[in-house]
């Protein structure tokens, strides 16, 4: 049974760092696209990164570029995804998922492509 499963989230103030880790049991994620993605409330899940399982290939949405690197250690069978100058708005339940890739369409946003989600671990921004 392939189980992902999210960890690192926590409570931070603005400005602050974290870093989420998605590991695997089930699955090779070495041979997957992984996915990062968040839902705040009252608002609908969103693409965040992503990595791509060749060559690396990184992708971040307009919001979180710049503050936020998501990488991969094969060794560790780990995605990571490192996240700085947190801001408010970042407050949000973040999930991890994987994907075979290439995608259809290649848009790593499509939630469609995901064929196995994490149960989401929240990030807290106090005030």
């Known amino acids: 049974q392939v189980q992902l499963v999210e960890s690192g989230g926590g409570l931070v103030q603005p400005g602050g760092s974290l870093r989420l880790s998605c590991s695997g049991s089930?699955?090779?994620?070495?041979?997957?696209?992984i996915g990062w993605f968040r839902q705040a409330p009252g608002k609908e899940r969103e693409g965040v990164s992503c990595?791509?399982?060749?060559?690396?290939?990184?992708y971040y949405s307009d919001s979180v570029k710049g503050r936020f690197t998501v990488s991969r250690d094969n060794d560790k069978k780990t995605v990571y995804l490192q996240m700085q100058s947190l801001k408010p708005e970042d407050t949000a339940v973040y999930y991890c998922a994987a994907g075979l890739w290439p995608f259809l369409d290649y848009d790593w946003t499509d939630q469609d492509e995901y064929n196995y989600w994490g149960q989401g671990t929240q990030v807290t921004l106090s005030a």
């Open positions: 990595i791509s399982p060749s060559d690396g290939s990184t």
């Open positions: 089930g699955i090779n994620l070495d041979n997957y696209a």
